[in-house]
């Protein structure tokens, strides 16, 4: 898949999909999150609240985000996983701002008041769901 493609999946609406984390002990976390936006063919940007995932993030910048589809049979589905390291996680600021103005915009005032930070990513992989 090539990251025009993949950004056309990875920013459909409405999706969600998983990001997982992990502290620099290794404990591994993993969370739904609908937020995640591909803002070019290396970028991902998400918002977050203060939970586990930003933790982990701040200890471990590495993270994996999983987007899937389904289809008519397990066979049929499609997704793609993006492997990512956080570059910046910001508290205030023109890219934080933004992004709660869009989670409120897709899911209402409140969601958009839990979120604490903005996360920007660079994408440093990309694989098919399932290795065939």
Known sequence: MDRKELMEMFNKRPRIGTLSTADKKGNVNVAVFGSPQMVD????VM????????????????????V???????????????YLEAQAVDHEGKLFEEIKANIAKAAGPQAAEMISAAVRFKITEVRPLVDR
């Open 47 to 66: 918002g977050i609240g203060k939970n586990r995932s930003l933790t982990y993030l701040k200890e471990n910048p590495k993270a994996a985000f999983i």
């Open 41 to 44: 063919e290396e970028t991902v």
């Open 68 to 82: 899937m589809e389904p289809g008519e049979t397990l066979p049929d589905w499609s997704g793609v996983r993006v």
